[in-house]
């Protein structure tokens, strides 16, 4: 996985996420519209609509005074904790 930050402001952040698809995006979206400081959370691997691109953009939106880039860093935490959850959860199922 590779990251590079597209655009950055106060408030929103667009970074391209090479190597990741749908599965991956949809996860990390999904788990950034469950904070209360994102706004929006979007992303876009549509070649033919956002001019050639082939990799996911991801695009978040945050509520004044909230860092994008540290909102980001706390869905990212969360997703590994789900995984790690579901994990142990289908380990001791087993």
Same mark, same amino acid.
């Given at each position: 996985? $590779?990251?590079?930050?597209?655009?950055?402001? !106060?408030? =929103?952040?667009?970074?391209?996420?090479? &190597?990741?698809?749908?599965?991956?995006?949809?996860?990390?979206? &999904? *788990?950034?519209?469950?904070?209360?400081?994102?706004?929006? #959370?979007?992303?876009?691997?549509?070649? =033919?609509?956002? &001019? &050639?691109?082939? $990799? /996911?953009?991801?695009?978040?939106? *945050?509520?004044? %005074?909230?860092? /994008?880039?540290?909102?980001?860093?706390? @869905?990212? %935490?969360?997703?590994?904790?789900?995984?790690?959850?579901?994990?142990?959860?289908? !380990? #001791? @199922?087993?």
């Amino acid at each position: 996985m $590779e990251l590079r930050v597209t655009e950055s402001s !106060e408030n =929103e952040l667009s970074i391209e996420i090479a &190597g990741e698809d749908h599965t991956f995006m949809n996860v990390l979206k &999904g *788990t950034l519209l469950e904070h209360d400081d994102v706004t929006a #959370a979007t992303y876009d691997v549509n070649p =033919e609509q956002s &001019g &050639g691109q082939t $990799e /996911p953009i991801l695009t978040l939106k *945050t509520v004044s %005074g909230a860092d /994008p880039i540290d909102t980001l860093e706390d @869905a990212a %935490g969360d997703v590994r904790d789900k995984a790690i959850s579901f994990r142990e959860t289908f !380990e #001791a @199922a087993a």
